[in-house]
Structures are given as structure tokens and as C-alpha cells.
């Protein structure tokens, strides 16, 4: 046999494509030859795999080796190959079944001695080899509990080379080499994120943070320090209902891919967080990376809370680079090795001060800013940003006689049942929130009564409101409805959902 046949999986961002590799070997001079648009750490795979198959026990064939990984048109990156590209090899050697060899999936990284180590993005490459119809799969050890969460995958994991060589067949001894670990995750994937009732007064930004809950609205607090911003920020994932299945599988895979998840805790159910200092680079919150980019923060809070306090301290790169997510729900990341897609349809929280003393509150009498200063520090925050920002609030300094609200399991109940209105009636369509659904869709569904929308229309000619947020002011008021159990909003929703937008200014 002069022919081996394996599977491995490519990902190019989120999405997986199943890739066959050959291996063929010619009776010419020993070479290793690896095509099929590899990157440069696929490439050094020649190395280690020639040394995992020698520390094995296994002979290695002197021959010339071709290896190709098809579709050769595809761009593939990264030492997840390595396995297949073994067991092919060793399959066209006749050492193992290739038969049974070359039905299988295959991902894994080699150590030089053998060993198989684990790699990042397992759960969606298992996913795409099932819906390919490749349910056999072999992986690392330490990616079994991750590889197992797919439905319909038939997976085995190994802790060496030998060791699956020996699952074919294959005349070797598998050595008693002790299994490579999982990486444990940077961090927790979740916090605690405490209690609503921690907050003492603060009754508008209270309700604020309930209706962006509701309808999955981006939310800007502009406040002195120490009136609550953070901590009402923090306690907004506590609102939100658990993943369903779809967005669980979608937000793990992402987690997976930029090496954030632990499969000990099984799929990521409850919506993440992510709070990136403020001298985050433009890679660091949507992705980068050399070759083909990895997720950042905005991809990693995929259906929870990006949360950037002091945002008028962000780059204008940073904040910029959000205005596509923030529209489209996706980020596109173009690199010279292609283009990847990473899903980002998340919930932004903004908290600034309103001035860089921060003291410009009231009348203003403790800032020691000039105007100038003031204006110049919160239009860092541009209009094409804030345009995209459904609800505004201003918090006043905190009281000693500010009260305790309702705790977080309260308003999480209100919340849910606001969801629950919004998924029965959007059952037929493809979103799930009001923050999603387009403006021309709500405004059918209001009638031809031009009443309810007179406020809008005021706004728009005076220039208060531009269309998109007309379009957003309704997607507010449809979630004013949905918390006050109503079918449709009134003209009241529309007008507190104007003043939610404005901050009472301009309504």
C-alpha cells in the first residue's frame, strides 16, 4: 500500500471544514513534502511528526512522502493536524489498517515523544466531522470531555501515537506515558456577579438596566464616580435567562477556539462577560492575531454583556471597530490568509464620567474642567457609536437614604417573561430579541395609525433622531410593552422610550 487516507477539520474562524489528507509514498529519495496551503506551524509538522513516530517504536518509511491536504484551496493553520497526517503516513506505510484508519477523524498536536497534546476549537471541529458524516473520532485525552458534549459523535480519546496505531492494528507496544493535560483556562468562564439589591437607590438606572435586559438593548450610564456604574454593569448577566441549546453550542465553540473553556463544566449556559481594560488594543477586543485571527472580547461575550468602563478612555481604533458587531452581530476579520468570521451579537455597556474630573454633576460647581475639556473628553464617545446605543441614563450622586431595590431573582423573573412574550411573537422569524428585529417589521406590526409614532416624527424633522434611531426607539418600546404585559406599545412607550434614548434631553 503506498496510499494512507485520514480526516482532519480546518477552522477558519468559527466555521469548521472537514479536510482528507493523503499520504502517498514513491520509491525515490527519503523527503517529507507537505502541500495543501499549510501555515507555518502546520508546516513544521514534517518534524514532529517524523520524531512521535520514532519515539513510538514505529519504523518510519524511507521513502519519499507526499502529504496533501484536500481541498488544497483552503487556507489551514495550526499543529491540530498532526495526528492525521501520522496515521496516513503510517497507513500508506501498510502498518496499521488503512481501511479502518482512513474512516476516522483524526486531531490532535505530537509531541516529540509521541504523546498526543490537546488543541483549541475541538467542540466545533467535532460538530462539523458529524454533520459531514465522519461521526469517528479520535482525539487528545484531555479534549475527550470537551469532544463528547456533540450529539451523535462516536469519539475515543488517546493519550499517544502508539496508542492509536495499535486501535488499527498496528504491530507496536504502547508505552505507559502519562497523559498531557488540558491548559486550564485563563480565568473563570463566569463570575459571581452578585445581587441587583447591592445597589442602593439609583431607581432610573434600575429600570434602564431591566429594559436593556428585557430586549437585549446596548446601554449607556454617564455618572460621577461612585454612583454605581460598575456595579450595575456587573449584576446585568444575573438578569438574563440561560442559553437555549443553539446559543450554548455557538458560545462555546467560540470559547473553545480562543482556549477559554473548560470542558469540565459542560457547555457555556449562561451568558458570559467580558470587561476589557480600557488600554485594550483594536486585536485584543474584536481578534487578531498572525495568519488567521483568533476571537476577542466581542466575540467572546457572543449572546452576553461587553462591558467597557470609562469608555471614553478607549482608542477611537477600539471603540470604531465595534460599529460592525454592534450593526451586523458578527465580526469580519480580513487577513492576508483569508477572511474569518466570529459571531458577536452582544449586549454593550457603557459607563463614563461626564467629564475627566468627574465631578461635573448638578451645576457643576466642584469641576475644576473647562468646557472645552468637557466637550472634547465625552466626544471621544462619536455620534455614529452612540447612534447604535438604545437607552441613556444619567445617575445622580448617591444618597444615604437611598433604598434598596428588588433583588436580582425578582427583576430576572420580569425579565423572562418579557423574553418569553418576545419569542412568542417572533417564533416564525429568525431573531430573538427586539434589539434584533428591523424597524420596518415593528412599524408594520403598530398599523397605519400615525399617532403613536407623532413623537418620532418630531424628533426625526428637528434632527433629534436620525432613521436608525426611530428604528431603535421602537425596539425599546416594544420591550416597554413586552415588561407591562401589553400586546403592542402605546403612544406612552414610544415616549418614554424617546426619553430613555435622549436622556430626557430633546424629547
Known amino acids: 500500500m503506498t496510499l494512507g487516507r485520514s480526516w482532519a477539520v480546518a477552522l477558519v474562524g468559527l466555521a469548521a471544514h472537514v479536510v482528507e489528507v493523503e499520504a502517498h509514498l514513491a520509491p525515490s529519495l527519503p523527503a517529507f513534502t507537505l502541500v495543501g496551503l499549510p501555515d507555518a506551524a502546520l508546516a513544521e509538522a514534517r518534524d514532529r511528526v517524523r520524531a512521535a ?50 474512516a476516522v477523524v483524526h486531531l490532535g498536536e505530537l509531541g516529540l515523544d509521541g504523546r498526543l497534546r490537546p488543541v483549541r476549537g475541538v467542540l466545533p471541529a467535532v460538530a462539523a466531522a458529524v454533520a459531514a458524516g465522519h461521526p469517528r473520532v479520535v482525539v487528545p485525552a484531555a479534549n475527550l470531555a470537551e469532544a463528547r458534549l456533540v ?19 498496528a504491530p507496536v507496544a504502547v508505552p505507559d506515558l502519562p497523559a498531557v493535560g488540558a491548559e486550564a483556562p485563563p480565568g473563570p468562564a463566569q463570575e459571581d456577579c452578585g445581587d441587583l439589591a447591592d445597589v442602593l437607590g439609583q431607581d432610573d438606572a434600575r429600570h434602564c438596566l431591566e429594559v436593556a435586559a428585557a430586549g437585549g438593548h446596548h446601554l449607556l450610564m454617564v455618572g460621577a464616580p461612585g454612583t ?38 459542560g ?14 488594543t483594536p486585536a485584543s477586543v474584536v481578534g487578531g492575531g498572525s ?4 476571537p476577542g472580547a466581542a466575540s467572546r461575550a457572543h449572546r452576553g454583556v461587553l462591558f467597557l468602563d470609562e469608555a471614553p478612555e478607549f482608542t477611537s481604533a477600539v471603540l470604531q471597530t465595534l460599529r460592525q458587531p454592534l450593526e451586523h452581530g458578527e465580526v ?26 468627574g465631578r461635573a454633576v448638578g451645576r457643576g460647581l466642584d469641576c475644576t474642567c473647562r468646557s472645552e475639556q468637557r466637550r472634547r473628553y465625552f466626544a471621544r464617545l462619536s455620534g455614529p457609536l452612540l447612534d447604535r446605543v438604545d437607552v441613556q441614563v444619567e445617575l445622580e450622586p448617591a444618597r444615604a437614604a437611598g433604598r434598596a431595590g428588588d433583588g436580582s431573582a425578582v427583576v430576572a423573573r420580569r425579565v423572562a417573561a418579557a423574553r418569553a412574550a418576545q419569542e412568542q411573537r417572533l417564533r416564525t422569524t429568525p ?56 400586546a403592542a406599545p402605546t403612544r ?15 424629547a
Open 53 to 102: 513516530v520514532t519515539s513510538s517504536g514505529l519504523p518510519w518509511p524511507n521513502r519519499r512522502i507526499t502529504v496533501n491536504l484536500s481541498p488544497a484551496a483552503l487556507p489551514k493553520s495550526g499543529s491540530g493536524f498532526d495526528l492525521a497526517i501520522a496515521v496516513a503516513t503510517l497507513a500508506a506505510a501498510g502498518l496499521p489498517d488503512a481501511e479502518r484508519a482512513g
Open 151 to 169: 450529539p451523535g459523535a462516536l469519539v475515543v480519546g488517546a493519550a499517544s501515537l502508539a496508542e492509536v496505531a495499535a486501535l488499527y492494528g
Open 228 to 265: 454605581g456604574k460598575t456595579m450595575l454593569a456587573a449584576r446585568l448577566p444575573g438578569l438574563l435567562p440561560d442559553l437555549d441549546e443553539a446559543a450554548a453550542v455557538e458560545v462555546t465553540s467560540v470559547h473553545s477556539v480562543a482556549g477559554t473553556f473548560d470542558p469540565g463544566a
Open 267 to 280: 457547555l457555556v449556559r449562561r451568558p458570559p462577560f467580558e470587561d476589557p481594560h480600557h488600554t485594550a
Open 291 to 294: 495568519g488567521l485571527p483568533r
Open 332 to 357: 469580519v476579520l480580513h487577513r492576508a490568509a483569508g477572511a474569518a468570521r466570529y459571531p458577536a451579537r452582544f449586549q454593550l455597556v457603557l459607563a463614563a464620567n461626564p467629564c475627566p474630573c
Open 431 to 486: 431573531w430573538r430579541t427586539n434589539s434584533e428585529v428591523p424597524g420596518r417589521w415593528l412599524r408594520d406590526r403598530l398599523g397605519p395609525d400615525r399617532a403613536a409614532v407623532a413623537d418620532l416624527d418630531r424628533a426625526l424633522e428637528r434632527g433629534t433622531l436620525s432613521l436608525r434611531g426611530v428604528d431603535r426607539v421602537l425596539r425599546v418600546a416594544w420591550t416597554l410593552a413586552d415588561l407591562d404585559g401589553r
Open 492 to 506: 406612552s412607550d414610544i415616549g418614554r422610550a424617546l426619553l430613555l434614548r435622549t436622556r430626557g434631553h430633546g
